[in-house]
C-alpha cells in the first residue's frame, strides 16, 4: 500500500511540473510583441553633475522582445553635440543591443538632449533622453610666492 500511495505522489507531481512548465511556455509566447519591438532597460540616462571635458559615452542597452529580427535603420540626435553609434546587423529575438550616446563635455553648463532611434519595430520610433550638468574643472589655488596665506600666517 505505502508503494502505491509513493507512486501516486509521485504520479500528480510529475504531471503537476509538466503542466507548470507548459503555461509559463504559453505565458512567455503571449508576452513576446508580434514583429520586432524593442524594449529599453531605460530611456532616460541623467549624467548628473560631471566635470568640463568628462567622459561623455553612455549606453542605452534594450532587448527585442518581439518575434522578428529588429533592425535599426537609424539614430539621430538633437544636436551635433549627441553623437549616437549603433549596430547595423539585426538582433534576433531574445538578443539585447545597445546604442552608445556621446555628449560633448566640452560645453558647460546643464544640458537636456534627445536621441531619435528608428527601426523596423512595432514601436518604429524611440525617444532616448540624456541629461546633466557640466561644470568647470576646479582650479588649484595657489597663493603667489612671498604673500601670507592663511596657512603660513
Do not use: W
Request: aromatic share 8%.
Amino acid at each position: 500500500m505505502k508503494q502505491f500511495v509513493s507512486a501516486l505522489t509521485l504520479f500528480f507531481f510529475a504531471v503537476t511540473m509538466v503542466a507548470a512548465q507548459v503555461n509559463t511556455a504559453t505565458t512567455a509566447k503571449a508576452t513576446a510583441k508580434s514583429g520586432a519591438y524593442m524594449t529599453f532597460e531605460t530611456e532616460t540616462i541623467d549624467y548628473g553633475t560631471i566635470e568640463h571635458n568628462a567622459d561623455g559615452v553612455r549606453i542605452f542597452k534594450f532587448t527585442n522582445t518581439g518575434t522578428e529580427p529588429l533592425i535599426i535603420t537609424n539614430a539621430q540626435g538633437s544636436c551635433g553635440c549627441t553623437v549616437p553609434t549603433y549596430t547595423n546587423k539585426p538582433i534576433l529575438p531574445g538578443e539585447s543591443g545597445e546604442i552608445k550616446v556621446k555628449y560633448a563635455t566640452d560645453r558647460l553648463g546643464k544640458f537636456n538632449k534627445r536621441v531619435t532611434v528608428t527601426s523596423n519595430a512595432a514601436n518604429e520610433q524611440v525617444v532616448l533622453t540624456i541629461k546633466g550638468d557640466v561644470l568647470k574643472k576646479d582650479e588649484p589655488t595657489s597663493v603667489p610666492s612671498g604673500q601670507k596665506s592663511i596657512i603660513n600666517q
